[in-house]
């Protein structure tokens, strides 16, 4: 990718590591999950409907964040091989701003705009 320079390179590398750690961070957090929330909860039928859908809220989370990791991940081997900051549908550079934003994205805007309109 002769598009990033080694200091953006490097610049990006840094935050996909912080954004690793926070991803961790929740994952960890999430692991716990639930039980604390409940255990502040007063028994009834409304509060086991508040519980359940903490755990869909912590489950979803957990999922999303789970996902990011995947990309976070794949986005550092492709650091290494040289191929990061390429778009991995149509190949084309992915722009720096992008890049900044979300350091993890596998796709330029364009290819990511008619992934979610195909979904
Ligand atoms: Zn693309």
Redesign the pocket.
């Known amino acids: 990718m002769a598009e990033l320079s080694d200091t953006q390179k490097a610049e990006l590398k840094q935050k996909l590591l912080t954004l690793r750690d926070d991803l961790e961070q929740i994952l960890a957090a999430s692991r716990a999950g639930a039980q604390p929330v409940d255990l502040d909860q007063p028994i009834g039928r409304l509060s086991r409907m508040d519980a359940l859908q903490q755990q869909e809220l912590t489950k979803a989370s957990r999922d999303g964040a789970k996902r990011r990791l995947q990309l976070v991940d794949s986005a550092r081997q492709a650091l290494r091989s040289n191929r990061y900051g390429e ?1 991995r ?2 190949e ?1 550079p992915i722009s720096l701003a992008r890049l900044q934003a979300q350091p993890e994205t596998p ?2 805007l ?2 990511q705009g008619r992934i979610e309109k195909e979904h």
């Open positions: 778009c549908r149509c084309e796709f330029c364009d290819c």
